[in-house]
């Protein structure tokens, strides 16, 4: 059982285009981190989201945290070639345990120039 | 200020032999966790360690996969035996804190680690 579902899977679109990716999960976390990973190397933090309803924004990158804490979104604003890699969220379960992450699969975005 | 390291970056084993994986945390960071990457899956929780104690290996199989964080030098993790299902990407990540919501895990690039 996935806990976090990511979608879309895969996105290509052309360079200045908008787009929103989600991060769903029926269980509540504690927080809510959203990486990037690029082919070969390991996931690079973007942003970490704590409080329910939470919006926080990195240049052309808005995240929102949902208001219950069970899921997430990234949207991209004007999109640039520069923004291809794979988006992972990554949640703390609330509770014990919180400093095992959960990820999930990811979102595979190709931004074409 | 040098990110998380992780040596080797690609390891290619036969099976039945062992595999060696290094991670040295960032400055500061006393709190180190390996989580395995298999192909078409996510990241998964494998192990949590401070320095000198294992706080959580649920994430880690029984048999053949051992860890460790010495009082000096890396993080260790080890695999006994290795099988073709054991090819994966073996991420570490390591954190000031070990609680999460004030706190943030850095990753390292990997280690690929390839059985044939």
């Known amino acids: 059982t996935q806990l976090l579902e990511q979608s879309p899977q895969f996105l290509s679109i052309q360079e200045g285009e908008n787009l929103t990716v989600y991060c769903n999960s029926s269980?509540?976390?504690?927080?809510l981190q959203w990486y990037r990973q690029e082919p070969g190397e390991g996931p690079v933090l973007l942003v970490t989201?704590?409080?329910?309803?939470e919006v926080k924004k990195l240049k052309r990158l808005t995240f929102q945290f949902g208001d219950a804490r069970k899921d997430s979104s990234l949207h991209i604003t004007a999109a640039q070639p520069g923004d291809t890699g794979l988006y992972l969220c990554?949640?703390?379960?609330?509770?014990?345990?919180?400093?095992?992450?959960?990820f999930g699969k990811g979102t595979l975005l190709t931004v074409n120039p | 200020n040098a990110g998380v390291m992780q040596n080797p970056r690609h390891l290619v084993r036969r099976r039945g032999q062992e595999a060696r994986l290094r991670c040295s945390p960032m400055k500061g960071h006393s709190h180190v966790y390996w989580y395995r990457q298999l192909p078409e899956e996510g990241l998964k929780f494998m192990v949590y360690?401070?320095?000198?104690?294992?706080?959580?290996e649920s994430g880690m199989p029984k048999e053949r996969f051992s860890a460790e964080f010495p009082k000096e030098g890396p993080s260790i993790l080890r695999i006994q035996q290795v099988v073709r299902g054991d090819s994966a990407a073996y991420f570490c990540?390591?954190?000031?804190?070990?609680?999460?919501?004030?706190?943030?895990?850095?990753f390292g690039p990997g280690t690929r680690l390839t059985v044939l």
């Open positions: 990540a390591s954190s000031r804190q070990g609680a999460m919501g004030t706190d943030t895990q850095y």
């Open positions: 360690l401070q320095k000198e104690n294992i706080i959580d």
């Open positions: 269980s509540v976390f504690s927080s």
């Open positions: 990554a949640g703390a379960r609330a509770g014990g345990s919180n400093y095992k992450l959960t």
């Open positions: 989201v704590v409080t329910g309803g």
